[in-house]
């Protein structure tokens, strides 16, 4: 059982590490009301004691006999969220006196508002809150439920076993099954073969290794040996006594660690062994180590499998590329879940209900089977049925006893108990989102910022930074994906950031955990949205607006998202004027022509979101958003950036991307806080600073397609220079005809658009001072010759040449960029040949589809294919691929009436249907492998390898979300992966 409780421990330190930052700030002058700063000091050392008693109280909460340690651990938060508000108020009051001039302090102190009488009365509500703290920090002692608190509680009840004779009957694995038999019986020349089978939490990853451990052709190994880790808790000298106390080999009590790794490797290389690590899961110095505890650096024919729900793991862990499991079919996920609910198809009940809960399992087998042990442990009841297809999944788990269905989430618990507690406060906060949700991911960042969510440890990181990694470790593990968007050529030149969704079962996870916290209204019958609860993160729509009494709504939300596309100012009024406290709000998609007025009495706002709006100006009560971090104006009808936006000295988010009106922009040089800085696509734009060399903070800058600029001033170019911490500048679409020497003195550059710089001729040598560039992309630049400084380029990655018609030859340097992994010539029409130095790399793809056939032949005949010692048949298969699928776009072309006068437009033509050639270059004659990009007959990109009869998965490349690198993945859907 999840519950709000379960946020406590990352609600406190959040408070007190806001309390620590005023106290810092305001030394001593907060002492003139009622001794406020002792009050604080003393709440502070109260909640930095009481976090560490409550990461073992949230960990230890579960069961019936602990409703008393629930109880506790809410109030507690409630109390830690009552103290920030009051925190809030009082510098509010204080802010609001102090800004005003002396006869504005002099009508204030005769006013109802007058601040400073608030200032006492919260004073006094700071005492009374010190006091109940410290009262309640007792409580654990004084009603005896501490042992609950110090007790140990195992959620990974699964034991080391060999997991023969299971009866278990798997369904849909026998494809998946083959294709691990087949890896398991090759023989590597070089050592121990690891292989991973990675995906999210319930695909059936065990079950599939259990299958495997099972099969009689599995026999041929010696020892079979099953060792499940506890996730999150790589324990070497555990899984090294488990492995041996599975053979002949005697294992003593007192055997030292190295001891233990000695007689592992020892049955690795005299037996032949099949090891299965289960549920592995850790830190990356842990599971490097476990893989070299494992090595043995000799000949073996013993192999290891490891299931896990972790990408990065599987990646550290594996010798060769993970096996990527899928999700079952809907036919498959029926006939499990008919087993468990033991009912076939005819059952009335079944008729209804069956075939929308089977969808929901969406492919995943351990859901199928929980529903069907759900709708079975209460056979025939139609409203249990209907719940199986409605409820929320943690509804149903904490609706039904824990004897009579198989439970669904005991995984999930345990990778949240493992998260960090400031990533466990962002994860929660994502089911603000509705599922299927697409999640804005630069937005997401930008709201945990302002909602103080994100720590940077030892402020040695810029927080959004933070935040990044905080996605990544949710990606990792599946809790969050990415949204994989079509690209056309009409979006080449435009931002395309990346887009995440939140895994359905960890959207129930995250609700369930949140409780109270978080309120999502989509439609006015929404059972919940009567309940007046002091919600602190809400997303509401317009029927809900409209029919709801504004005194039902909760007054001290934090974030605020309207979807209210029907509602009236008035409506969305009302609610803020009950909201004081707001630092989100996100106004996006409302029908209103006007920032409504209570918006204006927000002064703990950092985030406002304004975009679509169909506003032509911004009121000048913006400038006293002192606070705010974050200003979204895309796509609105704006005409003037106003001077005032200079007094927003906090500002470090600058949305117009879209601004069709937008005309001037005053006093951007003033704010130096600047981190991000979007103008992209707004065409009116004519005139820019002359300089903006105060920007020194600046990370991302796009200024693409601001069309009536044919180029920059000479003046503003060479202020980029000081951009000392720009990673990702996009200046697609001027007309340059050489770039200034001084761009390579932006020397944290790591992503650069020049695309449809259709003039530009000449980069300039300094170019190869750009040490840290990782993506570049040049695609349309028909004029460009490149420069052999290329070589210096180390850090390049991603490199983008697609329709440079005039290039005739590329750098020879290419070949030193030894971490080169993509380069796109597509529609390169001149060039003659490929370097042959692009032998030199072990790993790298090539798109080659509308350059001439001299290119494709000789990067056939280059000397990769003499470094591979490729057999004839191989070269023979891969020139009929070739043919085979240039003649598909030759038929197609010819059917839909494509010439090479639609060259612009072809790309997205043939988006799903291309060539790519990739070389594998490892030195071993057993590994060499050149595969083809080909469609299947869905339509879908697999990887073919000429002489074999199977396919692979396709290449994996790092997703990159900016707008300099979004173009390296256009008419490329192997990179979407």
Known sequence: MFGPEMLVAAAVNQVARKI???????????????????????????????????????????????????????????????IEDIVDGYYSSKEQYDGSGYAQKGSLLCSLSNPMLSKVSMVYKMKSKRELLQTRQHLPTQYHFISHINSVVNFDQKQTTSYRNNDNQIVGRDQDMEHLMDMLTLINAKELTIISIVGPVGLGKTSLAQLIFNDSRAERFKFRIWVHVSMGNISLEKIGRDVVLQTTQRIEGSMQMQSIKNAVQDILNKHTSLIVLDSLWGKDEEVNDLKQMFLTGRKTESKIIVTTHSSKVAELISTVPPYKLSSLSEDNCSRIFSQRAMTGQTDPLFREYGQEIVRRCEGIPLVATFLGSVVNAQRQRREIWKAA????????????????????????????????????????????????????????????????????KHGTLPLDVTAEKYIDELKDIYFLQVLE???????????????????????????????????????????????NYDYRYAQVSASSLQSIDSKAWPSKARSLIFKTSGAELQHVSEVLSVNKYLRVLDLSGCSIKEIPAPVFQLKQLRYLDASTLSITDLPPQISGFHKLQTLDLSETEVTELP????NLKMLNYLNLQGCQKLLRLNNLDLLHELNYLNLSCCPEVRRFPASLENL???????????SKLPTLPDELLQSFSSFS?????????????????????????????????????????????????????????????????????????????????????????????????????????GLKALPKSLSNHKKIQIEVFGCQDCVVQSFLSSGSCQSHQCSQSEEVATRSAISDITQEHANRDKKEGITA???????????KQKLTLDYHMDGQKSDATKFINKPNSNGEIVQVIPGHQFTLSP??????????????????????Q
């Open 20 to 82: 620590t930052d005023v106290l810092g700030v305001a030394h001593g002058e907060v002492k003139l009301c009622c001794s406020f700063s002792d009050d604080l000091e003393s709440i502070k050392d109260t909640l930095v004691y009481l976090e560490g008693l409550l990461k073992k109280a949230e960990n230890n909460s579960f069961g019936k006999d602990r409703a008393n340690l629930r109880f506790w651990l809410g109030q507690i938060k409630s109390l830690a969220y009552d």
């Open 389 to 456: 297809k409605d409820e929320d999944m943690w509804k149903i788990e904490e609706d039904f006893p824990e004897n009579k269905i198989l439970q669904l989430f005991p995984s999930f618990k345990i990778i949240y108990y493992s998260m960090p507690h400031e990533l466990r406060l962002c994860f929660v906060y994502c089911s603000i989102f509705p599922k299927g949700y697409a999640i804005d991911k630069k937005k997401l960042i930008q709201q945990w910022i302002a909602l103080e969510m994100i720590e940077s």
């Open 485 to 531: 968007r079509p690209q056309t050529n009409a979006e080449i030149s435009k931002s395309s950031d990346e887009m995440l969704c939140m895994n359905n079962l960890a959207h129930d996870l995250a609700r369930s955990v949140s409780g109270e916290d978080i309120l999502v209204i989509l439609d006015a019958e929404n059972e919940r949205c009567n309940r």
């Open 643 to 646: 001077a005032f936006i200079g």
């Open 696 to 706: 020194r903070k600046l990370r991302f800058f796009n200024l693409s397609e601001c």
């Open 725 to 829: 911490s720009i990673v990702d500048l996009n200046l697609s679409g001027f007309e340059f005809r050489m770039l200034p020497d001084i761009f390579g003195n932006i020397c944290s550059l790591q992503f650069l658009n020049l695309s449809k710089c259709s003039k530009l001729e000449l980069l300039p040598q300094s170019f190869g001072q750009l040490a840290y560039l990782r993506g570049l992309n040049l695609s349309f630049c028909s004029e460009l010759k490149l420069p052999e400084s290329f070589e210096y380029l180390t850090s390049l990655q991603f490199l983008n040449l697609s329709h440079c018609r005039s290039v005739e030859y590329l750098p020879s340097s290419l070949g030193k960029l030894s971490n080169l992994k993509y380069l796109n010539l597509s529609q390169c029409i």
């Open 901 to 911: 006068s639609d060259e612009v437009d072809y790309p997205r033509n043939i988006l």
């Open 955 to 976: 290449s994996h490349f790092p997703s990159i979300a900016s707008s300099s690198s979004a173009v390296f993945a256009s008419g490329s859907s192997s990179l979407s």
